[in-house]
């Protein structure tokens, strides 16, 4: 169903209202084709782009820490604990 122009009204004063002091902008820039393979994997895990990108820098964020994490802590080849 589209948005109606009220809605669309409504939306526009929320964003000029909160995006700034809530929210930052990062540009991502991509290899041709990368975008249309991007939105084709997030549309088919009925997520939106930007909610699939964030998603995706989140759980690297968390898998590299918990790797860096585990190096940190494991000993060393050739040492005993």
């Known amino acids: 169903m589209p948005i109606s122009d009220a809605k669309k009204i409504s939306n526009k004063r929320w964003n000029d209202a909160n995006m ?18 991007i939105q084709t ?10 909610a699939f990108i964030n998603r995706a820098i989140k759980e690297t964020i968390e898998r590299e820490t918990r790797d860096s994490l585990r190096c940190s802590i ?3 080849s050739g040492e005993t604990q």
């Open 20 to 37: 700034k002091d809530r929210y930052e902008r990062i540009q991502l820039v991509v290899q041709k084709g990368e975008k249309e393979t």
């Open 74 to 76: 494991a000993p060393k």
């Open 41 to 50: 994997h997030a549309k088919q895990h009925d997520k939106s782009l930007n």
